[in-house]
């Protein structure tokens, strides 16, 4: 009740994350909503909405796979590249 009362968020075994967690101490149920949520911003369409969510959300990616981080970026970066307005694609960078 503690916990809910402070809005802090439990896992099912009563514990918290630790403030450097990797993939291995999240719950499964919290991956599957993550992975969820990254295929629906997969899906926009437009490319400016699009990216800017996810390098919003960039860190997230960490309940799902850590030693994937460098190829996300990486495939962020080439997206930016593929911006035809220079003043848009120097904000996104």
Known sequence: LEAKETHKEVSPTGENLPDKFT?????????????????????????????????????????????EFPSIVQRLSHIIRGIGDPMVALYAR
């Open 23 to 67: 993939e291995v101490d999240v719950e499964l149920e919290a991956k599957e909503t993550c992975r969820n949520w990254f295929f629906k911003i997969a899906c926009i369409r437009e490319l400016l909405p699009r990216v800017y969510i996810e390098l919003a959300l960039l860190q997230n990616y960490r309940f799902l796979a850590a030693e």
